[in-house]
């Protein structure tokens, strides 16, 4: 009896081991030589400039020193450091004998040329909601507008086993929805258009949205906020904790212009995503994200400048003979005021810290790393910069503006550690992700 327990297990095992390796193998697909590269026409190129340029290719795929597209961009995942690979065209070391059917595959699946599978920093989970006009308008760009680089592509620094590709097939079942975008009849056509965009090509997701033990986004709690780079990517959800509640308008002018009357600015990583990626959408698409974002968090049609929250704001902006009592309120009239004050109205540019998001988040990162380090090109709005305070102000100066900021301004519970959690990002900085 007990034999036969064992030996039923063990055909389990290895029939279970079996079709996994079946489900898991994915045959290579046959490299193309330069000759046999489709033509494109200037249309499809342009257009897969954009849409590149939106999905973030060049972000992610662009070292700190390196030439554009050709790889070994860091990337700290939590489980190890990844290292992008060359996107150029090169026939040794990049994409150069990728056809259009192997970028597909890629694109929509995670599976390289050769037919290993690609690590989740990579985000398919979302670009397999693109339709193939779109994946193959990329293509286009890339093998035809990017110039070829030659690299020696850096080892990723996993731990066995993580560092096992065949693993990423358990991955992918478990967690991956495969499958083009599906339209919601239950809403517009610009908010689909938004949706689209959204979840597949521009990934919002991957920020936005937290991850599990293993990496995935958790899908019940889509873009309900997580930390990237140590920074935090803000809920976008009716959570979202914004003093004044997002509008379509806001949204657009944020994607638009980096900048935005009641929230402040693209900063961090969120800086070339405007900057170097979606602004480049055109209007039409800028209009649909903000439809469907709005949406998201809940937005109404009520004018934020009649709100009371702004309005009480503009009011503790004005000078007060107590202004200076304390070193917080004396260092932010000094340093700060002259930039930020507002009296009748909020301008864009002049952002007023009140209702800032930076000051109304639960944790004080985002406004230490901008009174760190000033918000330069390509963040915020063109043409407007901040300068950083990095070697003007001591950890506990930094400390006393954001609690004063905090407490006086925008009336939020104090940041707990404050002079610590300043000392750790001046020493550490961001993270790349």
Same mark, same amino acid.
């Given at each position: 009896m007990?034999?036969?327990l064992?030996?039923?297990g063990?055909?389990v095992?290895?029939? %279970?081991?079996? $079709?996994?390796? *079946? &489900?898991a193998?994915k045959?290579p697909?046959?490299p193309?030589?330069?000759a046999q590269?489709?033509?494109?026409?200037?249309e499809?190129?342009?257009?897969?400039?954009?849409l590149a #340029?939106?999905?973030?290719?060049?972000?992610c795929?662009?070292?700190?020193?390196g030439?554009p597209y050709?790889g070994?961009? =860091?990337?700290?995942?939590?489980f190890?450091?990844?290292?992008?690979?060359?996107?150029?065209?090169?026939?040794? @070391? %990049?994409?150069? @004998?990728?056809?259009?059917? =192997?970028?597909?595959?890629?694109? +929509?699946?995670g599976v390289?040329?050769?037919g290993?599978?690609l690590?989740?920093?990579?985000?398919?989970?979302h670009f397999t909601?693109?339709t193939?006009?779109?994946?193959d308008?990329?293509?286009?760009?890339?093998?035809?507008?990017?110039?070829?680089?030659?690299?020696v592509?850096?080892?990723?620094?996993?731990?066995?086993p993580?560092?096992?590709?065949?693993?990423?097939?358990?991955?992918?079942?478990l967690?991956?929805?495969?499958?083009?975008?599906?339209?919601?009849?239950d809403? /517009?056509?610009?908010?689909?258009r938004?949706?689209y965009?959204?979840?597949g *090509?521009t990934?919002?997701g991957a920020? +936005?949205?937290?991850r599990?033990?293993? %990496?995935?986004?958790?899908?019940?709690?889509?873009?309900?906020g997580?930390?990237?780079?140590?920074?935090? =990517?803000?809920a976008l959800t009716?959570e979202n904790?914004?003093?004044?509640?997002?509008?379509a308008?806001e949204?657009?002018?944020?994607?638009?212009?980096?900048?935005? /009357?009641y929230?402040?600015i693209?900063? $961090?990583?969120?800086?070339?995503?405007?900057?170097?990626?979606v602004?480049?959408?055109?209007?039409s698409?800028?209009?649909?994200?903000?439809? &469907?974002?709005?949406?998201q968090v809940?937005?109404?049609?009520d004018?934020?400048?009649q709100?009371?929250?702004?309005l009480? #704001?503009l009011r503790?902006n004005?000078?007060d003979?107590q202004?200076?009592?304390e070193? $917080?309120?004396?260092l932010?009239?000094t340093?700060?005021a #002259?930039?930020? &004050?507002?009296?009748e109205?909020?301008?864009q540019?002049?952002?007023?810290?009140?209702?800032?998001?930076a @000051?109304?988040?639960?944790?004080?990162?985002?406004?230490?790393?901008?009174? *760190?380090d000033?918000?330069?090109?390509?963040?915020g709005? =063109? $043409?407007?910069?901040?300068?950083g305070?990095?070697?003007?102000?001591d950890?506990?100066?930094?400390a006393?503006?954001?609690?004063y900021l905090?407490d006086?301004?925008a009336n939020?519970p104090?940041?707990?550690?404050?002079?610590?959690t300043?000392?750790?990002?001046?020493?550490?900085g961001?993270?790349s992700h």
């Amino acid at each position: 009896m007990a034999r036969n327990l064992i030996l039923g297990g063990l055909a389990v095992v290895v029939g %279970g081991a079996v $079709g996994f390796g *079946l &489900y898991a193998y994915k045959s290579p697909i046959d490299p193309i030589t330069t000759a046999q590269l489709a033509e494109f026409t200037p249309e499809e190129v342009e257009k897969g400039r954009v849409l590149a #340029s939106a999905g973030y290719c060049a972000t992610c795929h662009t070292a700190a020193d390196g030439e554009p597209y050709a790889g070994n961009y =860091a990337m700290e995942t939590g489980f190890g450091t990844l290292y992008s690979t060359n996107l150029t065209p090169d026939v040794e @070391t %990049g994409i150069g @004998t990728y056809s259009k059917e =192997a970028f597909r595959r890629a694109m +929509h699946e995670g599976v390289d040329r050769e037919g290993r599978h690609l690590f989740p920093a990579f985000p398919y989970d979302h670009f397999t909601k693109m339709t193939d006009e779109d994946v193959d308008a990329i293509y286009a760009y890339i093998m035809t507008e990017v110039e070829p680089v030659k690299t020696v592509q850096k080892e990723n620094e996993l731990p066995f086993p993580l560092n096992q590709r065949i693993l990423q097939a358990g991955w992918k079942m478990l967690f991956v929805d495969q499958g083009r975008y599906e339209a919601d009849e239950d809403h /517009s056509e610009e908010w689909n258009r938004g949706a689209y965009l959204a979840e597949g *090509l521009t990934h919002c997701g991957a920020c +936005h949205t937290p991850r599990n033990a293993v %990496g995935a986004e958790k899908q019940s709690e889509q873009y309900a906020g997580a930390e990237i780079d140590r920074w935090i =990517a803000p809920a976008l959800t009716a959570e979202n904790p914004s003093s004044v509640a997002w509008t379509a308008p806001e949204f657009k002018s944020y994607l638009m212009e980096g900048v935005t /009357s009641y929230h402040g600015i693209a900063a $961090g990583p969120m800086g070339p995503v405007v900057h170097e990626g979606v602004r480049d959408l055109p209007e039409s698409d800028i209009d649909s994200l903000a439809i &469907y974002l709005a949406d998201q968090v809940g937005a109404t049609d009520d004018d934020p400048a009649q709100s009371e929250v702004v309005l009480a #704001s503009l009011r503790n902006n004005r000078p007060d003979p107590q202004y200076r009592r304390e070193l $917080g309120e004396r260092l932010y009239a000094t340093a700060c005021a #002259s930039c930020h &004050y507002n009296a009748e109205q909020i301008m864009q540019g002049r952002p007023d810290l009140g209702i800032n998001s930076a @000051t109304n988040l639960e944790t004080p990162n985002n406004l230490i790393h901008v009174i *760190l380090d000033g918000v330069n090109g390509p963040e915020g709005m =063109a $043409g407007v910069v901040m300068p950083g305070f990095r070697n003007a102000l001591d950890d506990e100066q930094v400390a006393a503006v954001s609690a004063y900021l905090r407490d006086k301004r925008a009336n939020r519970p104090a940041w707990p550690e404050l002079t610590a959690t300043v000392a750790d990002i001046r020493e550490n900085g961001p993270k790349s992700h």
